[in-house]
């Protein structure tokens, strides 16, 4: 259960965050009294705020959404830099279909045996994405980006979910031995559909989740926490998740 917040490059603060989440600390307190299981920073905030005892996880490439054409991201933080800051893994995301594609499979290859080198996990954030992409939730493009992680050697993989637990046990198969996790994407409409789709995720065997605006944008976010903790670690129902929610 991690909690991402590199959304501030991603996406710029105006897009994700109000007067609340753009302040890193707002987010540790979350990920600390959530019980989340990791927390995941790019360095600059992970060297000016993280003091904390939940695991971090440094993404070492990004980029901002201002460019516009095939995406790529390159590294922007070494892995020793990610291991001397205290992290247990480092992520890396991977533009699978990008006309660029072959530079981050390149990078993240050198950077996942740097990793582990290190003793650091290697976590590859799997997006298709670009021209040749036309539906990155595509179960078949779900499953391809599943698998690539797992060739490329990364020990987790984050994707998108593809709608249906049947189709995404397919993905979580293909992924063989590296651990999925669902990316969790913009806020949902309603807690209910949110929820619905981590049960689906967790039923068709993935270990849980990536998740910020979900979790960060919501008004209970410690609620949102408590009811992924029931279905991620407890195995509930989304109905009994949604009893963390008083009424
Ligand atoms: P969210 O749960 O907020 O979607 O975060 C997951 C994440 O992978 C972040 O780590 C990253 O900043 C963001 O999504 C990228 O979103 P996208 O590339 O889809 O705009």
Same mark, same amino acid.
């Given at each position: 259960?991690?909690?991402?917040?590199?959304?501030?490059?991603?996406?710029?603060?105006?897009?994700?965050?109000?007067?609340?989440?753009?302040?890193?600390?707002?987010?540790?307190?979350?990920?600390?009294?959530?019980?989340?299981?990791?927390?995941?920073?790019?360095?600059?905030?992970?060297?000016?705020?993280?003091?904390?005892?939940?695991?971090?996880?440094?993404?070492?490439? &990004?980029?901002?959404?201002? %460019?516009?054409?095939?995406?790529?991201? $390159? #590294?922007?933080?070494? =892995?020793?830099? +990610?291991? /001397?800051?205290?992290?247990?893994?480092?992520?890396?995301?991977?533009?699978?279909?990008?006309?660029?594609?072959?530079?981050?499979?390149?990078?993240?290859?050198?950077?996942?045996?740097?990793?582990?080198?290190?003793?650091?996990?290697?976590?590859?954030?799997?997006?298709?994405?670009?021209?040749?992409?036309?539906?990155?939730?595509?179960?078949?493009?779900?499953?391809?980006?599943?698998?690539?992680?797992?060739?490329?050697?990364?020990?987790?993989?984050?994707?998108?979910?593809?709608?249906?637990?049947?189709?995404?046990?397919?993905?979580?198969?293909?992924?063989?031995?590296?651990?999925?996790?669902?990316? &969790?994407?913009?806020?949902? %409409?309603?807690?209910?559909?949110?929820? $619905? #789709?981590?049960?689906? =995720?967790?039923? +068709?065997? /993935?270990?849980?989740?990536?998740?910020?605006?979900?979790?960060?944008?919501?008004?209970?976010?410690?609620?949102?926490?408590?009811?992924?903790?029931?279905?991620?670690?407890?195995?509930?129902?989304?109905?009994?998740?949604?009893?963390?929610?008083?009424?």
């Amino acid at each position: 259960m991690l909690l991402a917040y590199d959304q501030g490059l991603e996406h710029g603060p105006s897009k994700d965050f109000n007067q609340k989440s753009v302040d890193p600390n707002y987010i540790i307190d979350i990920a600390e009294k959530g019980k989340f299981t990791g927390i995941i920073f790019q360095k600059g905030v992970a060297e000016k705020f993280y003091h904390s005892k939940v695991p971090l996880i440094i993404k070492v490439n &990004g980029k901002t959404s201002l %460019p516009k054409g095939e995406p790529i991201a $390159t #590294q922007i933080c070494s =892995v020793k830099q +990610a291991k /001397a800051l205290g992290a247990k893994a480092v992520g890396y995301t991977i533009y699978l279909g990008s006309a660029h594609e072959n530079i981050m499979l390149q990078e993240f290859g050198r950077i996942q045996e740097e990793a582990h080198g290190l003793g650091l996990a290697a976590i590859a954030w799997i997006y298709p994405r670009g021209e040749a992409v036309p539906n990155d939730a595509a179960p078949e493009v779900v499953a391809y980006a599943a698998r690539a992680g797992l060739e490329a050697g990364a020990d987790a993989v984050k994707i998108k979910y593809t709608g249906d637990s049947e189709t995404f046990r397919w993905a979580v198969k293909s992924a063989g031995a590296a651990k999925v996790f669902m990316s &969790g994407g913009p806020k949902a %409409p309603t807690d209910d559909a949110f929820l $619905t #789709q981590v049960k689906g =995720v967790i039923d +068709a065997g /993935a270990t849980g989740l990536a998740v910020g605006r979900n979790v960060w944008q919501h008004d209970k976010p410690l609620e949102m926490a408590a009811a992924l903790r029931e279905i991620i670690f407890r195995d509930q129902s989304v109905e009994a998740a949604l009893k963390k929610f008083p009424r």
